[in-house]
């Protein structure tokens, strides 16, 4: 069979297991859009400094959430299901019963983050072939930003009629987790308990360190864009209700467009669609930096951003599960990952925060914003060399 009739056969309709998986993740989706209104209340509260406090706190928390998950795993029998659950639980319950401060918010956000997307790629990687994830990622990606847009016009008429109570939202979201976890995901089937056995030897592979460029250019600036999104969120709109007005219409503009397409994106096609969606969202922060003269342009930035985000992402899962493709216990591998993210993250954060030091808030905007352009487009670049490779290996398979 040639690779475009392994693309075709494959693509044109969801798997039982890709439709059972599409419940918690879109849950996911919908109590990821928390991040960007709690961002919103600490720079509104207090200042860029907090943030930086909430973030590294928040990356930490994520990293010791998937640590203790995986150590933990055999003894506690955390199947790829459970852990996906018990990611929405806790973080639901510490919102629920926590004050709301930067340090309860850090370790619920962030342990939300490290224990579902560590039980996500475990499942995806578990249950999905390397031919089904292209279409599988545009669907998957599509139920995230419209539940994501669902939750952030819920709470943005929360903050609309309480007088933009911050508590309000962060106990709707709380509601949201702990009922998600107890109703969502029992059709999907278990797989073997997530453990730790020797991640260290994953690390020490070539292909694994002929990686660590992409995973610092896609993820290791995620603390430093959580920053600069929030910054130019409070210098343009003023109010949290305004950001989730603005988010709303942006994040559902994102969501047609990749539903719309969902079909087209197939093993072939790979590096067009990711360097489409990076020429896009390179362009949008280059938006947000202009903003710091221009406050307008931070809502031609989101939308610009929204529009582009949902094609990044879904190419970025894609790849995420390609880098994954070599020698180690699956659980190892995603460990190692998520370690050496963290390990990343930490130093461009680090590094930034003693930059916020020596500018002034706008500086910092513009030069953050064109920090975040450049390592858009070099992700490209490297990109195209695995998307190569990984097609290849598809066709000769084939």
């Known amino acids: 069979m040639t690779l475009k009739g392994v693309a075709l056969s494959t693509h044109m309709k969801l798997t039982p297991h890709q439709r059972a998986l599409l419940p918690l993740i879109g849950l996911q989706g919908a109590v990821g859009s928390l991040g960007g209104f709690i961002g919103f209340f600490i720079i509104g509260r207090e200042d ?20 203790f998950a995986y150590l933990f795993g055999p003894r506690l029998k955390l199947t790829g299901r459970r852990l996906f659950r018990l990611g929405f639980l806790l973080p639901g319950l510490l919102i629920l019963a926590g004050d709301g401060t930067v340090a309860t918010m850090a370790i619920a956000y962030g342990s939300f983050i490290g224990m579902t997307w560590s039980a996500r790629h475990s499942l995806e990687m578990s249950l999905l072939q390397d031919a089904e994830r292209d279409s599988y990622a545009a669907h998957a990606v599509t139920t995230m930003i419209i539940l994501g847009v669902v939750s952030t016009l819920t709470a943005t008429l929360v903050l609309a009629v309480s007088a933009e109570r911050s508590d309000c939202v962060y106990w709707l979201y709380g509601a949201l987790c702990v009922l998600g976890a107890s109703f969502l995901g029992k059709a999907i089937p278990d797989t073997p308990h997530v453990c730790l056995k020797a991640p260290l030897s994953v690390m020490r592979q070539p292909r694994f360190l ?17 920053a600069m999104a929030s910054a130019g969120a409070v210098n343009a709109l003023g109010t949290a209700s305004r950001f989730g007005w603005v988010a709303t219409l942006a994040g559902l503009a994102g ?103 020596a500018l002034s808030p706008l500086q910092l905007l513009v030069a953050g914003s064109g920090l975040l352009a450049g390592a858009t487009g070099m992700e490209y670049v490297i990109a195209r060399t695995l998307f190569g490779k990984s097609r290849a290996a598809l066709e000769q398979a084939a």
């Open 210 to 226: 002929a990686c660590l460029p992409l995973f610092f250019l896609e993820s290791g600036l995620f603390g430093i864009s959580q």
């Open 48 to 67: 860029l400094q907090a943030m930086f406090r909430y973030t590294a706190g928040m990356l930490t928390a994520a990293l010791a959430a998937t640590f």
């Open 255 to 357: 969501g047609v467009a990749l539903y719309l397409t969902r079909k087209s994106r197939q093993v072939q096609n790979r590096t067009h669609w990711f360097g489409g969606a990076c020429v896009v969202v390179a362009l949008s922060f280059m938006l947000l930096g202009a903003s710091a003269w221009v406050p307008a342009l931070y809502i031609a930035h989101t939308v610009l951003r929204a529009a582009g985000t949902p094609f990044l992402s879904a190419s970025q899962q894609v790849l995420n599960q390609c880098t994954l493709d070599i020698r180690g216990d699956l659980s190892d591998r995603i460990f190692a990952r998520e370690f050496m993210l963290w390990v990343l993250r930490m130093v461009s954060l680090s590094l930034f925060w003693a930059l916020a030091n």
